[in-house]
Each structure stands twice: as structure tokens, then as C-alpha cells.
């Protein structure tokens, strides 16, 4: 009996030893982080990412890459998300795998917090620098206090090298040339240490003589003076003095040393420039909008009116990120991550180029796993069943018109 237990006991620790070590192995590749999980009328309706471009696929370390594009911030903003008042162009990275060198909207560098308006488009660019050797899924984002981050398209990007190589120099204003991955480090595991140090030492000297029930009778009886001695009192005062005296001295030294110092620089920037659209020349009504559930597609009914002076057809509908496309009208040449983008996604039920002065009833599917994928299809269980995305006219000089539509959209069942 004790032998089968013996038995049992080792082979569910053999069982358990297995399991963990697979799970340390098992490091399944995500390809979207977080956003997915996302209420996916709220993807839609909040920031419309387009034209963005990555600079590299590959980097070594220490060197630099840019994402550029541009936003639309979405006027029929939802009621549960607070406005872009205050808001943070971020990226979105696991840890510092990057650095952010620099990022700019509207071509103002954007260290802290701006006002973003509703229905206004801005371009943006940020300049990232690498850091850690890996496979990192580098997505855009812009956070909004009182509303939670708002995740860009994310694009895979290699970094070779060692991150041991790393470094960030930068002058300061009193010229002199320091590096931020060090900088200070010494000096602040110095004085942690010797602070650490002399509390283990205040400990240490009491802790030399019996500490709990020996005292614990002393004070119970009546006799608690005689646990403090002279010396004890001596040694005590020693203590305080000589705490004040570093503190006062390490105080005066360190502006010795750091005469010209400034507080840390905040506060929200307002007055970002948008773009200035240009005016467009085409109309565009959403008849109506569904999609089947459970499926990977939507359809809407668009009446489409050039009132502009060049035949215009369909090239691109773009919601959440994800980029629908008539082939036979655009291609991407950015390199736009594969997950997102349907190459062939967008079917237009006559995309024969739309005369000037004319108007057309057209039915347009925008189909594509990344409808699936990117759980744009959950909107099922979403609050608000309402969609908004993109639509990108050509002309025949291949001259580009961004439409913005929105409407409710209606599911259909089998
Ligand atoms: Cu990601």
C-alpha cells in the first residue's frame, strides 16, 4: 500500500514538473495585444489610423526608425469614452524594447499630454530608437484620460544586436554629455545602500541582546527603565544627530555639485495643429449597413454622388485598423501588416468609374478574416451597434479622396 502511494506521489510530481516545464515553453506569438479585446464599436468610432508608414522592418541596436501617419479623430465620439481633452500620443511596446526619441504631431514634439479636437485630422510621427534584440509587435496608440488607450494597427519589427550595446547619450544644458541608461545609477544605489545600512545597523544594536520575552517580563514587571542604559541613550542620540548631519551635509554637497537645476517640466499642450483636409468633391449616403452573424463580412448599400470634375471609383474601406481594398483600384505599398490588411477585401457591386455630376447605388462588401480576427464581428455584443470607418475615392490621376462615413449597423441572422 505505502509502495503504491510512494508510487502515486512521485509520478503526479513527474506530472507536475512536465506541465510547468511545458508551460515555460509554450509562448504562444499574439498578434494583436489588446486591442482585440476591445469593444469593437469603440475601435471603430474613436481614432481613424490611415496612411501610416513604418520606416524599417529590421533595426539593430541603438538604431532609429519612425512611424508616421495620421488620425482622424472621429466626431460621433462615443458618450462612454471622455474626449480627446487630454490625451497622450503613445506607443505601444512590451517595456522599453524602443525608446522614444521623439514624437511630434502637427510637427510640435509631444513629450506630454494635448488637446486633441473632435472631427479634426492631425499627422503624427514618432522616432523610435532600439533596445532590446527580439521580434516586437510595435502598434501606435494614443491614450485618453478618462477614456482608457485607443491601440493603432501594430506592425511586426525585428532588433538585432545586443541590448548591452545600448546607450542614450544626451547634453544637458549645463553642456554636459551623460548617458540616460546609467546616468545617476551609482549614486542612487549608494544612498539606498548606505540609508538600508544604517537602519540594519539601528537594528543590529539592539538585536545583539535578547530581544522579546526577556523584555517583555522586564516591562511587565515594572522595571522597563532598566532596558534602556546610558550608553543606549548615548548611541540613540548619536543616531539622530548623525542622520540630520548627512542629510543636511549630502543636501548642501549634492547642490554643489548640481548647482543649476530645474523642476520637471508639465503640463497639457493645447493649440495642436491639424491638418487641413482638402475639400471634397464626393457624397456619400449609407443607405444601410449589416452583417451576418456568424460571419466575416459586412455589406453596405452607398449612394455614391461625384459632384468633382474626374471620374472617381472606390479604392479602400478602412475601419478599426483594419484596411478593406479594391486591387483593381489601390494597392498598399507601405508594407501595412498582413493581418490587417485585405488586399481584395472590398468588393464594390459596380466599380466602373463614377462619371462627374453622377450618382450611383452601389452594394459594397468589405470581407476578410481580419473581420473575425479582430473580433470586429463581436460588435454583436456590443451596446451600440454603430459603425464609422474610411472610404478612399480615386480619381483617374490617381488623385486620393477620403470620405468619412457612419451609420447603424444591423445584424443579420441565419
Ligand atoms: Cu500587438
Do not use: C
Not at 459632384?307 to 489601390?330: K, W
Amino acid at each position: 500500500m505505502k509502495l503504491l502511494k510512494d508510487k502515486v506521489a512521485k509520478l503526479s510530481f513527474v506530472a507536475l514538473l512536465a506541465t510547468v516545464t511545458a508551460s515555460m515553453f509554450y509562448t504562444p506569438t499574439a498578434a494583436a495585444h489588446g486591442e482585440k479585446s476591445q469593444a469593437a464599436f469603440m475601435r471603430m468610432r474613436t481614432i481613424h489610423w490611415f496612411d501610416l508608414n513604418w520606416s524599417k522592418e529590421e533595426v539593430a541596436v541603438n538604431d532609429t526608425m519612425t512611424i508616421s501617419g495620421k488620425f482622424f479623430v472621429f466626431s460621433g465620439w462615443p458618450e462612454t469614452v471622455d474626449k480627446p481633452e487630454i490625451s497622450f500620443l503613445n506607443i505601444g511596446i512590451p517595456g522599453p524594447v524602443f525608446i522614444r526619441a521623439g514624437s511630434w504631431i502637427g510637427g510640435q514634439l509631444v513629450p506630454r499630454s494635448v488637446s486633441l479636437e473632435l472631427g479634426e485630422t492631425y499627422d503624427f510621427k514618432v522616432l523610435l530608437k532600439a533596445r532590446r534584440p527580439g521580434d516586437w509587435h510595435v502598434h501606435t496608440m494614443l491614450n485618453v484620460k478618462g477614456g482608457g488607450p485607443i491601440i493603432g494597427p501594430g506592425k511586426w519589427v525585428t532588433v538585432t544586436g545586443s541590448m548591452k550595446d545600448f546607450t542614450n547619450p544626451i547634453t544637458t544644458l549645463t553642456g554636459e554629455t551623460i548617458d540616460l541608461e546609467t546616468y545617476n545609477l551609482d549614486n542612487t544605489y549608494f544612498w539606498h545602500a548606505f540609508w538600508y545600512a544604517l537602519g540594519l545597523a539601528w537594528m543590529g544594536y539592539w538585536m545583539k541582546k535578547p530581544m522579546f520575552v526577556p523584555r517583555s517580563i522586564a516591562v511587565e514587571s515594572g522595571k522597563a527603565d532598566s532596558l534602556i542604559s546610558g550608553t543606549d541613550r548615548k548611541v540613540a542620540m548619536g543616531f539622530a544627530a548623525g542622520t540630520i548631519a548627512i542629510v543636511a551635509m549630502s543636501m548642501s554637497s549634492t547642490n554643489e555639485q548640481y548647482p543649476v537645476t530645474t523642476p520637471l517640466q508639465a503640463g497639457l499642450l493645447r493649440g495642436i495643429k491639424s491638418i487641413e483636409m482638402p475639400a471634397t468633391s464626393v457624397a456619400v449616403k449609407v443607405e444601410d449597413a449589416t452583417y451576418r452573424v456568424p460571419g466575416r463580412a459586412m455589406q453596405m448599400t452607398l449612394t455614391i454622388t461625384n459632384n468633382g470634375d474626374s471620374a472617381i471609383r472606390l479604392g479602400e474601406f478602412n475601419t478599426a485598423g483594419v484596411r478593406f481594398m479594391d486591387a483593381n483600384v489601390a494597392q498598399d505599398e507601405t508594407g501595412y501588416p498582413d493581418d490587417l490588411l485585405a488586399e481584395e477585401g472590398l468588393t464594390v457591386s459596380d466599380n466602373s468609374p463614377l462619371a462627374p455630376g453622377q450618382s450611383r447605388t452601389v452594394q459594397v462588401t468589405a470581407s476578410d478574416d481580419a473581420w473575425e480576427v479582430y473580433r470586429l464581428a463581436d460588435l454583436i455584443y456590443d451596446p451600440d451597434s454603430r459603425f464609422a470607418g474610411l472610404l478612399f475615392f480615386y480619381d483617374e490621376a490617381g488623385k486620393r479622396q477620403l470620405i468619412t462615413i457612419d451609420a447603424p449597423l444591423i445584424p443579420t441572422f441565419i
